[in-house]
């Protein structure tokens, strides 16, 4: 079974610009959740959804957002960038919501986004 | 609220030296504990969870962890280090209840040194 994948896997973006990120869950996977991972933050939760709806949105600014699309695919944009916005962006998938129950997630290799 | 402490940045161990890299945890009720491993350039990788049941857990590659309700704490161990076990390993928590995600921890470097 072919794993999480996340384009592109590099991105390198001025302030002010927007970017939109993509997630390909495993199949059969209905759930998202995407994190951010910063050097001092560790790993912060953005948001799940789970059959196109937002389940659970963690402490980020409105400038981030995502979908789901019926196929499970996952877009997260951001508008405005910003200079702490820089950092790696993680997907992970699971059969069930990852906010919920006791299955593990499923983690992409990450979409590296540099803010210049 | 839940959360969790990795109280080491960094552990060094020396090849074929058992290993622990600690986790403490702090949420109301009983937990899942997950631990996830990350090498350069690569996503998070499942290692091994505590749901409920025996409170020693074994994973993968080896790998296990001990859950001490008293302590709060869910350790992993290896009993012998490979070079190759060199990664960034992530501790996280859920309650069973409600609608929360995952909590990580801020990470623990560990360096397996021939």
């Known amino acids: 079974k072919a794993g999480v994948t996340q384009t592109p896997r590099y991105l390198i973006k001025t302030r002010g610009q927007q970017v939109t990120l993509s997630c390909s869950p495993i199949?059969?996977?209905?759930?998202v959740s995407w994190y951010q991972q910063t050097p001092g933050q560790g790993l912060q939760f953005l948001f799940e959804?789970?059959?196109?709806?937002?389940?659970n949105k963690g402490n980020f600014p409105g400038r981030f957002s995502g979908r789901q699309f019926s196929n499970s695919r996952s877009e997260m944009n951001v508008s405005t960038l910003e200079l702490g916005d820089s950092a790696l962006y993680l997907c992970?998938?699971?059969?069930?919501?990852?906010?919920?129950?006791?299955?593990?997630?499923?983690f992409g290799p990450g979409t590296r986004l540099t803010v210049l | 609220a839940q959360s969790v402490a990795q109280p080491e940045d960094q552990v060094n161990v020396a090849e074929g030296n058992p290993l622990t890299v600690k986790c403490t945890y702090s949420v109301s009720g009983n937990p899942y504990l997950f631990w996830y491993v990350q090498y350069p350039n690569r996503g998070l990788q499942f290692l091994l969870k505590y749901i409920t049941g025996d409170n020693l857990v074994k994973g993968s590659y080896g790998f296990e962890a001990e859950f001490n309700k008293s302590q709060t704490s869910f350790h992993l161990k290896k009993p012998s280090a490979l070079v190759s076990d060199s990664a960034l390993y992530f501790c996280?928590?859920?309650?069973?209840?409600?609608?929360?995600?995952?909590?990580f921890g801020k990470g623990t470097r560990l360096s397996v040194i021939a």
């Open positions: 996280a928590v859920r309650v069973p209840s409600g609608n929360t995600p995952l909590v």
């Open positions: 992970a998938s699971s059969y069930v919501p990852g906010t919920s129950g006791d299955s593990e997630q499923f």
């Open positions: 959804y789970f059959s196109e709806t937002q389940r």
């Open positions: 199949s059969g996977h209905r759930s």
